[in-house]
């Protein structure tokens, strides 16, 4: 643990830093850790981080720590940075693992359609940029270190769905629309449902016709003999299991008939 976070997971005073040697105030601290330590802040206090900032330097500052409360500042200006400016990033689109880093440390962002690491080719265009490995605020990322010391510029993606829509449309060039309030009223309601009855009849239609012909298709590619499995039929028509399970059903009634 570094010791802006040890310190402010566990004040024990009015310095910023708890340091080996008698505590005293630790000077040299990394960039990464600024922010790092504003995270955790924001994470603490929520819209009430920088305030609660500001009081630590202003204590700091009657004390006489002054550059205890240089610091402190610094660790303010990240708040307000890293409040509106944090961009969350995957290794791949579909990936569990995820990170998040400042604004300012991700760069070439671009659309593409080759992911980092293994080079997957995606069926459609994602927005990419480039990180070091080892510069995320939190999180982690699916990447090893194993092909040589870190850190390493890798390639990630920015994913729409876990970014601000704001943002997001700005890293991507695109206009942003505020969505439309949902309307709430019982009129407006009462057609919302009626277009989802609507909607599953009619899914519920097409999937029945679907059954019905592939029965008939299972029919006259197997005519005699016992039906094939609903994974054969699956595999044979590229279908869904439960598409070929139905349809061996409806298939064996028809042969009754």
């Known amino acids: 643990m570094n010791i802006v976070t040890k310190y402010i997971l566990n004040p024990t005073g009015a310095g910023l830093f708890i340091c080996a040697d008698a505590g005293r105030l630790h000077t040299v601290i990394d960039d990464i850790d600024i922010y790092r330590a504003?995270?955790?802040?924001?994470?603490?206090?929520?819209?009430?981080?920088?305030?609660?900032?500001?009081?630590q330097a202003d204590a700091l500052l009657e004390a006489g720590d002054l550059d205890g409360a240089v610091t402190w500042r610094k660790i303010i200006k990240a708040i307000e940075v890293t409040m509106v400016e944090l961009v969350n990033v995957?290794?791949?689109?579909?990936?569990?693992?995820e990170a998040t880093y400042r604004l300012a440390?991700?760069?070439?962002?671009?659309?593409?359609?080759?992911?980092g690491g293994v080079g997957q080719n995606l069926s459609h265009d994602a927005l990419f940029g480039y990180v070091w490995c080892d510069g995320m605020l939190e999180g982690e990322l699916a990447h090893s270190c194993r092909h040589g010391p870190p850190p390493h510029r890798i390639k990630v993606v920015i994913p729409?769905?876990?970014?601000?829509?704001?943002?997001?449309?700005?890293l991507a060039g695109q206009e942003y629309r505020e969505p439309k309030p949902l309307d709430m009223s019982l009129e407006a309601v009462e057609k919302r449902k009626d277009r989802a009855v609507r909607s599953a009849q009619t899914r519920a239609a097409?999937?029945?016709?679907?059954?019905?012909?592939?029965?008939?298709?299972?029919?006259?590619?197997w005519t005699e003999g016992r039906l094939p499995s609903a994974d054969t039929i699956s595999g044979?028509?590229?279908v869904p299991r439960a598409i070929a399970r139905d349809a061996r059903r409806k298939a064996s009634e028809i042969r009754k008939q």
């Open 160 to 170: 729409k769905v876990c970014n601000d829509p704001k943002l997001w449309a700005k």
């Open 236 to 238: 044979h028509f590229d």
């Open 206 to 221: 097409n999937r029945a016709l679907q059954v019905e012909t592939l029965a008939l298709d299972v029919n006259a590619n």
């Open 105 to 115: 440390d991700v760069h070439d962002i671009r659309f593409d359609s080759v992911t």
């Open 38 to 55: 504003a995270k955790l802040y924001i994470d603490q206090h929520g819209d009430q981080a920088a305030l609660q900032a500001a009081i």
């Open 90 to 97: 995957r290794r791949h689109p579909n990936d569990w693992k």
